[in-house]
């Protein structure tokens, strides 16, 4: 995931308790009965320095007999939950059938994994990525990530709720209060997408657009990970950098691109967008810290 990379050079850059982290929350699924939240645990285990680095995703030294057990019940899983992943799960998904608030749950979790930054989830009303596959019906985004491996021509995405969802008030006011905004490199459909959907949330960005940068996921015309590129193909945008920037050019005043695409600069330019050209592929930590440098750098922070 490039935002949990991204936050880890941000914490080496900038320190963990300045930082607001809205977290996308449309992938959200149940499995097993549990509310499993990929995204938000991600993002705590990965600044609570228990993430696999592997994987991207889960925690690091994980293992899987739970996992191995429920199939005697239920078949061979398709979405991979650790036994200790399992923990949070649980308890995500009894506070939530009492009534409790997914922003709460999700301050307790960071709480207790030892997390100083403010992580939130985008609301705590429920929304839901569908991706319509050429061919298909349009399927929950994990089942077309994880289990169809992003096969197939997506035709169109669908942010199921996300019309009726209130923006996390805690969210907005981080957008309108902090000294600068960052649109991680991620997938600008389903992972930023969901978030600037919400009534208000992108209304917020645009008046903080003179403070707000956002580095692209694609380099050299191909994602650095996940289906970034075919989704921008298949949905009629240009598969580039150029093609992410012309997205943010209302909301971003910043737009970081990889040096292989330095040739993109002027007309990143043109769309009234500052251009940053630098090293964007976070092999390490420490390229991680470069790059949330030059992009702190870059805001003026």
């Known amino acids: ?54 994987t991207g995703w889960g925690l690091e030294g994980e293992s899987f007999n739970v996992l191995g057990a429920l199939d005697r ?13 399992l923990a949070t799960h649980l308890f995500r998904t009894e506070r939530m059938r009492a ?86 490199p991620s997938n600008p459909f389903v992972s930023i997408g969901p978030i600037l959907a919400l009534g208000g949330m992108r209304d917020a960005l645009r008046g903080a657009r003179a403070r707000a940068a956002a580095i692209s996921p694609i380099v050299g015309g191909k994602a650095v990970k996940g289906p970034a590129d075919k989704m921008l193909r298949g949905l009629g945008h240009e598969a580039s950098a150029l093609g992410v920037a012309r997205l943010y050019r209302d909301v971003c005043a910043v737009f970081v691109l990889d040096r292989a695409d330095r040739r993109a600069a002027a007309a990143v330019e043109k769309l009234g967008m500052r251009a940053v050209v630098t090293d964007t592929i976070m092999a390490d930590e420490a390229r991680a810290a470069r790059l949330a440098d030059v992009v702190l750098r870059a805001l003026e922070v």
């Open 99 to 184: 009534g409790e608030r997914l922003s709460r749950i999700t301050a307790e979790i960071a709480r207790r994994y030892g997390v100083r930054a403010q992580v939130m989830p985008m609301s705590d009303d429920r929304v839901r990525t569908f991706v319509k596959v050429r061919g298909r019906g349009a399927i929950p985004f994990q089942e077309y990530f994880v289990r169809r491996r992003f096969r197939g021509v997506v035709e169109r995405i669908e942010l199921r709720g996300a019309a009726r969802a209130r923006p996390l008030g805690a969210a907005l006011g981080a957008i309108r209060c902090s000294a600068a905004v960052i649109i991680a």
């Open 1 to 54: 995931m490039g935002a949990a990379k991204f936050l880890r050079g941000l914490v080496r850059a900038a320190g963990q308790p300045r930082q607001s982290v809205i977290v996308n929350t449309g992938d959200d699924e149940e499995f097993y009965g549990l509310h499993v939240s990929p995204d938000l645990d991600t993002i705590v285990y990965t600044l609570a320095g228990a993430s696999n680095p592997a």
């Open 73 to 85: 019940f239920y078949g061979q899983a398709w979405f991979n939950l650790g036994d200790r992943d």
